[in-house]
């Protein structure tokens, strides 16, 4: 059964960091591109930063670029989207997937809550 599960979210003040994971299951998520997404209240999803599968490639919306890592451990089927220098405006719900464009890797996760605030 394909699944992804997103966890690691929480209540952060600004300027903190926070690691949130995306495991995959029923499948072998270092052959597929994955892509971190974010929907904040009223705002529709938006790609945050995805990872290909063959050349290692990387790529950041503008905003996050420079704060956000994304990365995987293959051993543990499992990606993760490293957050820095967070800012109240990161505050959405974060989900895992493939990117726009592709075919899903599997349906969509309940998505982990970041929330950035003092």
């Known amino acids: 059964q394909l699944q992804l599960v997103e966890s690691g979210g929480g209540l952060v003040q600004p300027g903190g960091s926070l690691r949130i994971s995306c495991a995959a299951s029923?499948?072998?998520?270092?052959?597929?591109?994955v892509a971190w997404f974010r929907q904040a209240p009223g705002k529709e999803r938006e790609a945050v930063s995805c990872s290909g599968s063959s050349d290692g490639n990387t790529n950041y919306l503008a905003s996050v670029k420079g704060r956000f890592t994304i990365s995987r451990d293959n051993a543990k089927n499992t990606a993760y989207l490293q957050m820095k220098s967070l800012k109240p405006e990161d505050t959405a719900v974060y989900y895992c997937?493939?990117?726009?464009?592709?075919?899903?890797?599997?349906?969509w996760g309940q998505g982990t809550q970041v929330t950035v605030s003092s």
């Open positions: 029923g499948f072998t998520l270092d052959h597929y591109t």
């Open positions: 997937n493939s990117p726009p464009s592709y075919p899903l890797l599997g349906p």
